[in-house]
């Protein structure tokens, strides 16, 4: 991954980190079962039906999520049109790509699906992400 992705990422980490404890306690405190449990088993309580997705579903954890998506985004937009005007193209570089390519990453797999392996702690955190809370202008810009 190119390191302005894992910069995002260690800092969406740093910040979920932080609201880690509020949020599991705000979950303990009103829910029946554990994080882990809510996958296996029906809701326990009125709360848990209420926050299906579980601690996934508090609104910090949301707000941090967004903003580093969106950062996610925004890159990904610099990476797509990003050119190395440095060097011009002579007859030599005929059928070589003489431009660095740099890979874009899907941002559901930097705040979600590779934290599995990179922080577990925070997994437990966004693992019941089940949709991802972002949506579009009407210039169809993400929002």
Known sequence: MDPRY????????????????????WWTERAVQTPDEIDDQP???????RWPAGPTGHPLVLNVFRRYFLQIDRLNLEVDF????????TEDDWGVEVYEVVPTQLPIDVLVDDIQ???????RLVKGMVF?????????ELC
């Open 82 to 89: 990003q050119e190395d005007l440095s060097r011009q193209p």
């Open 6 to 25: 894992e910069e995002i990422q260690i800092r969406y980490l740093a910040e979920l980190r932080g609201i880690l404890p509020l949020v599991m306690a």
């Open 117 to 123: 392996s990179v922080a577990p702690d925070v997994y």
């Open 43 to 49: 809701a326990g309580n009125d709360f848990e039906r």
């Open 132 to 140: 991802i809370p972002i949506g579009l202008s009407p210039e169809e």
